[in-house]
């Protein structure tokens, strides 16, 4: 439960900074963005890759498509 908890913690985060980025706030740049996405992607495909490896297949192959909606601030609007 505490991982759970912890990985909504940080994706609540990254969605705060995308959302400061877009804005024009919080003096992060997309590149670091980028870095913070991509980790959190590889946390959670670690976490679930013996669970659920469907799952963890299907978020791993739509890493791309995730982030094209998140870095793009009409895209990012609408979540």
Not at 11 to 33: I, P, Y
Not at 59 to 72: C, F, H, K, P, V
């Amino acid at each position: 439960m505490f991982t759970k908890l912890s990985l909504k913690n940080e994706v609540d985060d990254l969605l705060e900074r995308f959302r400061m980025f877009h804005e024009g706030r919080g003096g992060t740049t997309l590149a670091k963005l980028r870095e913070n996405y991509d980790l959190l992607v590889l946390k959670v495909v670690a976490l679930l890759q013996d669970k659920d490896s469907a799952l963890a297949r299907d978020i791993s192959t739509s890493r791309e498509a995730l982030w094209n909606l998140l870095q793009d601030p009409v895209k990012f609007k609408t979540l």
